[in-house]
Each structure stands twice: as C-alpha cells, then as structure tokens.
C-alpha cells in the first residue's frame, strides 16, 4: 500500500484534539522532550541560571564551569501513569507503571595551574568537563475507553476510505484495510451510485487500548569554563536516541444489518520507531553581583535519522458464540525511513541567592514547533509523504513558551525544595490553557562529607482528545482524556 493511503488512515497515536497525519504528530511528541536532570533539579525545575549541578551537562553547559571538584551521580526513576478517559459519556481509567534511568553523569575538574604570587580568583580558574546520559522523555503509556456509540461504527469510516481510494470492489488491493473490511463483510458496495456503505448497525459497543512503551536519550559530552568567578561558557554534543513502541486495539460488537448477526471485530495496529540523531548546546551564565546568576543556552535542532515500521490487521467474527463464521487476515506490514529535525530552543534564566541558605529560580524556553522538518532518507524517497507531512506541522504547530520556577532551602544539611512548570501548547487552533503541560514537584536533599542522597516527587498533567477513527462530514467520536504521569526520582552522588 502506497504511503499517501496510511495517512488517510487511522493514525495511531493522535495529536491532542486532532487527528494529524501519522509522522506529524510524532514528530512532535519526539520534539517535546524535557532536559534529564538530578533529582535536585528535577524539585527545582528551573536551572539555567543556577549551574553547579551534574544536570548542567544536558542543559546549560556553563554550568559545569562552577564545580570546583569532581563528581558523580545516577538517578534511577519510578514511573506511574494514570489516563482517566471519558468517551461516549463513559469514564476508563488506564494505568502503567515504568521503572528507568533518568539520569547518570560525572564531571571531572580541572583547575588552571597559575604562577607563584598571581591571584587566584582571577583570569581562567577551571577547565572542567563532563559526561552524562539525561533520560529526556518516558513514553510509558496505557491509553484506555469504551462506550456505547448511538450514532456511528467505525464501519462508516472504512466505507469512506473505500469510497474515496478506490472504485468497485475488484479494485481493493489484497491486504488493505479497506479490502480487509470488504472481506469482512463490514462495508458493502452499491453498484447504482459507485459508493461503499456501512453493512454494520448503531448501539455498537466500542473499546480502545493504546499501550506505549520505550523512551528518549541523550548522551552528552560537555565542557565549561570558570573566568574569574563571575563568566562561565560551556558547551556540548547531544548523541540521541528514540525507542517508542505503540500496540494498539481497537475493540467493537455490535449488530451486522446486511448479514443478521451479532459481529464482534478486532482491528490491531502495531507500531515500532526507532531513532538516532546528534545536536548541541552552548550556553553561558554571567554574574553581575555575588547574588545573582544570569544563564542563557541555545539548543540547536536535534537531526534524526528514523526508522518506522508499522503493521495492521482486522479480523471480525459472527455469531453469539463467535465461531459461526470467522474472517481472520494475515498481518500487513510498512516499514519507512526520515529524517526529522526539531526545533531550535533557547533559554534563559535567573537565580537569585539568599546567603548560603538557598535560593529561587526562575526559567523562559522559546520553542517554535512549526519549524520541525521531515526530509527524506536513503532508499525511501517518497516525497509525497514528505511533503504531506511538511505541510501538516505548518498548518497546525506554532511557537510556544515553556517556564519554570523554583527555590531550594537550606537548614543545616538537610535541603528542601519545591518547583512548577509549564510547557506552552503547541498548537494553533486549540484553546492555549487546555492543551499546556503543567508540572508540579518538591524534594528533599541532604548531604553528609562527600556523598548526598536526594529524593524528588514530581507530577505532570496534561490534556488530550483522541479520536479512534475520523469521518467526513464531522460526527467522529472522540476521547477526552486528562493524563497524570506521576514520577519519583533518587539520586546518589560523591565529590571526588
């Protein structure tokens, strides 16, 4: 099957409140990643303008220049997802749980050796560097809803693929979804009008179940400089990584008019993405007076090279004991290569010290997300899908803003501290406070000789619609979901 027919097809993952083509809407979710970090940071949130931490390695480099020993730390991280779905005026409740590593890093100091008599705290101080791998998203996701539809089957939406594809049936090719659906006795075919009809019933009863799994990365090697205690530069390269897995079902039972008889149909779609790219980050913080820290980075787009693989199949059974009649078809498989490349980001942020007893930060991200481009890949030069998607990312991204705010406390060698964020909607046509992603989180540090141990709660919320299939004219059912990814974070680290 051509590629130009999959996109006017069920998607399998949908873009909150449309249904965008396939690659466009996860271009986007691989876009939308957040910076790896320590615990510390993770309760924090904000640190572009704070440094002195191992996250510096895969945020802003810079601030690797304000360590004055070596160090090391991981970050293991528990996951629990919770997606509480209402479709048709029916609530579904989804979970999962996911353990990973959220961040590992060590930086190794390096102090400028400087002659007898010269000042110490002036000139160049320290030449460090740093290494670190920054888990920058989770896709640990069980996405599930059910309901009674009083108006449509997907039977309506696999009569207008056929209709609008192709011609009479000996024109469906062997193994797609419509020909699939046609064998299936689903949809039938009205010679008078050239058009294809649903053969199924109302009051059908309809189920989805997305699974998702894998995750994001970065590897990052790092370099940051320490001039006279006041200018720290840095800089790094991101090699990184996408392993995302999608296993979805879609569920319905109902009443065939054409064949008189109960249906209960299975349509399963399979999808596997995995990436590599490369990017950068250059960053700096300035220190005007002892108190205050000034940091900015510029993240450059990450250039991926991707390979999909995508497969389907439907199969319907007849009968109240579902072996009267049986249609059972043989998996179709699509597999695709791109290149994908995601937006630039710049940041910028501030800390503000109180003494030694701790401090507030606050963060501003810029991101425009219509800047995202697909090209092709060796061997898969199908530049319709190029272009379609292209297209897409145009007509419905745009920039968006992404800020955060936190403070850490100090009380002898016990920490606290507490953050909030929000990551600005992407989108150019759906309401801006729905469809942002808020994060809220606190944590606990503390520190004994040379070694810390931190503990991090963090919790993220976000909106999202998904429609198990889409007709034209409009009437698609559609899933409104409100999704809680709720995350604990330890970090063990050592000066060295």
Same mark, same amino acid.
């Given at each position: ?5 999959l ?12 249904l965008?083509?396939?690659y466009?809407?996860?271009a986007?979710?691989?876009?939308? *990643?957040q910076?790896?970090? *320590?615990a510390?940071f993770k ?9 002195g ?5 895969g945020?802003n480099?810079?601030g ?9 730390s991981?970050?293991p991280?528990?996951?629990s997802f919770n ?18 590593l959220a961040?590992a890093?060590v930086v ?20 460090n ?6 888990r920058t ?9 059910s ?9 309506d939406?696999y009569?207008?693929?056929a ?12 193994g ?6 046609y064998d299936?006795?689903l949809?039938g075919?009205?010679?008078s ?22 995750s ?11 001039y006279?205690?006041?200018?720290y ?6 090699i ?13 039972k ?11 149909m299975s349509?399963?779609?399979y ?11 250059l ?14 980075t510029?993240?450059?787009?990450t250039w ?12 319907t059974?007849?009968?109240k004991?579902?072996?009267?009649s049986q249609?059972l078809?043989?998996?179709?498989t699509?597999?695709f290569a791109?290149?994908?490349?995601t937006?630039l ?6 800390g503000i010290?109180i ?9 501003v991200d810029y991101v425009?997300?219509s800047?995202?481009?697909?090209s092709t890949?060796?061997?898969?030069d199908d ?14 991204y745009?920039?968006?803003i ?7 406390y100090?009380i002898?060698k016990?920490m606290?501290?507490?953050g909030?964020?929000?990551q600005g909607?992407?989108?150019? *046509? ?10 809220y989180?606190g944590?606990?540090g503390y ?5 810390y141990v931190?503990m991090t709660y963090?919790q ?9 299939y889409t007709l034209?004219?409009?009437n ?5 979901i ?8 330890? *970090? ?5």
């Amino acid at each position: 099957m051509r590629f130009k027919i999959l996109l006017s097809m069920v998607a399998i993952v949908a873009a909150a409140g449309e249904l965008h083509a396939q690659y466009s809407a996860d271009a986007l979710r691989f876009s939308q *990643t957040q910076s790896g970090s *320590t615990a510390r940071f993770k309760a924090i949130g904000a640190q572009t303008g704070v440094g002195g931490d191992l996250s510096s390695i895969g945020s802003n480099p810079a601030g690797i220049g304000l360590f004055t020993k070596s160090e090391f730390s991981f970050t293991p991280e528990f996951n629990s997802f919770n997606a509480d779905a209402l479709y048709l005026g029916k609530n579904t409740v989804g979970k999962k749980d996911q353990l990973g590593l959220a961040h590992a890093a060590v930086v190794w100091n390096s102090t400028v050796s400087k002659p007898k008599g010269a000042k110490l705290d002036e000139g160049w101080i320290s030449f460090n560097y740093g290494l670190g791998y920054n888990r920058t998203k989770a896709f640990g996701d069980n996405i599930l809803f059910s309901g009674t539809n009083t108006q449509t089957s997907i039977a309506d939406y696999y009569a207008q693929l056929a209709t609008t594809n192709y011609g009479a049936p000996n024109s469906l090719p062997s193994g797609s979804l419509e020909r699939m659906a046609y064998d299936n006795y689903l949809i039938g075919y009205d010679n008078s009008n050239g058009q294809y009809f649903p053969e199924t019933d109302v009051n059908n009863v309809q189920t989805k179940n997305d699974l998702r799994t894998g995750s994001q990365g970065e590897f990052n090697f790092a370099f940051g400089a320490n001039y006279s205690n006041q200018f720290y530069i840095g800089a790094s390269i991101g090699i990184a990584n996408i392993n995302y897995t999608v296993n979805s079902n879609y569920k319905e039972k109902g009443f065939n008019v054409t064949e008189n008889n109960n249906y209960d149909m299975s349509y399963r779609q399979y999808q596997v993405t995995k990436g590599s790219g490369i990017n950068a980050k250059l960053g700096a913080i300035y220190r005007p007076i002892p108190t205050v820290r000034l940091g900015a980075t510029i993240e450059s787009p990450t250039w991926y090279t991707i390979d999909d693989s995508y497969s389907e199949v439907l199969d319907t059974k007849y009968g109240k004991n579902k072996v009267d009649s049986q249609f059972l078809n043989k998996d179709e498989t699509y597999v695709f290569a791109y290149n994908l490349r995601t937006p630039l980001k710049i940041s910028g942020g501030i800390g503000i010290f109180i003494n030694t007893q701790g401090f507030i930060s606050a963060d501003v991200d810029y991101v425009d997300y219509s800047t995202i481009n697909f090209s092709t890949a060796p061997n898969y030069d199908d530049q319709e899908v190029i272009i379609d998607n292209n297209r897409e990312i145009l007509n419905n991204y745009k920039s968006a803003i992404n800020y955060r705010i936190g403070a850490e406390y100090k009380i002898d060698k016990l920490m606290l501290r507490a953050g909030y964020g929000v990551q600005g909607n992407p989108y150019k *046509t759906l309401d801006n406070d729905r469809f942002k992603i808020s994060s809220y989180s606190g944590g606990l540090g503390y520190r004994f000789n040379n070694i810390y141990v931190d503990m991090t709660y963090q919790q993220i919320v976000y909106n999202s619609d998904i429609k198990p299939y889409t007709l034209n004219p409009g009437n698609s059912p559609m899933a409104v979901i409100k999704n809680t990814r709720n995350n604990v974070f330890l *970090t063990i680290g050592r000066r060295f």
